[in-house]
């Protein structure tokens, strides 16, 4: 709860940007991978819509690129540098990362994008507390 608060909360959770009070997604377990991508239209704590606009996370594949990037990078120095393992097999270590972490990656990407957006506001998430 200490980053109750905060855009990281909200990333890493998933929960409304701006009250922080519920999840964003109808299905908690990313690896639902059907329902990967279902989302509440509106938050039922303070009423925020989050699909802005019509095709409003499309902007979250290019956060979902640099993510791609970023967790191939670390399978990368992590086979090969740490772990030792030759091209083919930090190519593997990539691969098998990028798939595995793929449904993350999306919610996580879509998390980030609507986080440039809304900004966390107390007002709201103290409008249904009382």
């Not at 980053?3 to 998933?14: A, E, H, Q, R, V």
């Not at 329902?35 to 979902?64: L, N, Q, R, W």
């Not at 970023?70 to 990539?94: K, P, Q």
């Amino acid at each position: 709860m200490m980053l109750k608060g905060t855009k990281l909360y909200s990333i890493f959770t998933g929960a409304c940007p701006v009250c922080q009070e519920e999840s964003m997604y109808k299905e908690k377990n990313p690896y639902k991978l059907g329902k990967v991508y279902e989302m509440h239209d509106h938050c039922s704590h303070c009423g925020t819509k989050y699909k802005i606009e019509p095709s409003f996370f499309y902007g979250a594949m290019y956060v979902s690129y640099a993510l791609g990037v970023a967790f191939s990078v670390a399978a990368f120095i992590i086979s090969h540098v740490f772990l030792g393992g030759g091209l083919v097999a930090s190519f593997l270590a990539i691969v098998g990362t990028l798939i595995f972490f793929m449904p993350i990656i999306m919610r996580l990407s879509r998390n980030i994008w609507i986080n440039f957006f809304l900004n966390y506001n107390k007002n709201a998430a103290k409008k249904n507390s009382n």
